[in-house]
T-cell receptor, first 117, second 110 residues
Framework: GAVVSQHPSRVICKSGTSVKIECRSLDFQATTMFWYRQFPKQSLMLMATSNEGSKATYEQGVEKDKFLINHASLTLSTLTVTSAHPEDSSFYIC?????????????FGPGTRLTVL | DAKTTQPPSMDCAEGRAANLPCNHSTISGNEYVYWYRQIHSQGPQYIIHGLKNNETNEMASLIITEDRKSSTLILPHATLRDTAVYYCIAARNAGNMLTFGGGTRLMVKP
């Protein structure tokens, strides 16, 4: 099956620093990738939709200047949390849709756990 | 996407069938029922989906009622590794954004 990877799997940073999370589709091309956030004991919440070669679409309440998304190629999208604060600590999960949409589904990455001290 | 309702938690004995219900009474005719699961600290994993007919694959079976207002995911022989949160989602296309509800936390016990 299609594989989506995320890097890093876990990151700890100091408050005020920026953190970049990569999401890669390993064996397929993804014109669309999604970024979700999950706080402890809560469900996944969509943050933004990333389309290759264009600006991301952010969900209501998500600051686009704080969560920078770049989808520069068909296999890579990055999420940069700028000036991270402890309340940004969360589990960030990306997913990708196969350009060929053979299975009409999206494939999820393993997630990145961000801890801001 | 139509709203879905699931019990927050369920227990199942190892080796027995796990039957996870989902209500989606406002589902529209072109919306599929998708099931994903999320094992602790991992990304969601696709299990199965269906429109009208019952479906079966190597992981599970999906039973959809005739009026499509509810469905049941069946894990025929639950193992400890099936302990996870199971999400039922109604959507026209799983390639688009998915709205995750609370899901059902399934605990498989020895």
């Amino acid at each position: 099956g299609a594989v989506v990877s995320q890097h890093p799997s876990r990151v700890i940073c100091k408050s005020g620093t920026s953190v970049k999370i990569e999401c890669r589709s390993l064996d397929f091309q993804a014109t669309t990738m999604f970024w979700y956030r999950q706080f402890p004991k809560q469900s996944l919440m969509l943050m933004a939709t990333s389309n290759e070669g264009s600006k991301a679409t952010y969900e209501q309440g998500v600051e686009k200047d704080k969560f920078l998304i770049n989808h520069a190629s068909l296999t890579l999208s990055t999420l940069t949390v700028t000036s991270a604060h402890p309340e940004d600590s969360s589990f960030y999960i990306c997913s990708a849709r196969d350009r060929l949409e053979v299975h009409n589904e999206q494939f999820f990455g393993p997630g990145t756990r961000l801890t801001v001290l | 996407d139509a709203k879905t309702t699931q019990p927050p938690s369920m227990d199942c004995a190892e080796g027995r069938a796990a039957n996870l219900p989902c209500n989606h009474s406002t589902i529209s005719g072109n919306e599929y029922v998708y099931w994903y699961r999320q094992i602790h600290s991992q990304g969601p994993q696709y299990i199965i989906h269906g429109l009208k007919n019952n479906e079966t694959n190597e992981m599970a079976s999906l039973i959809i009622t005739e009026d499509r207002k509810s469905s049941t995911l069946i894990l025929p022989h639950a193992t400890l590794r099936d302990t996870a949160v199971y999400y039922c989602i109604a959507a026209r296309n799983a390639g688009n954004m998915l709205t995750f509800g609370g899901g059902t936390r399934l605990m498989v016990k020895p």
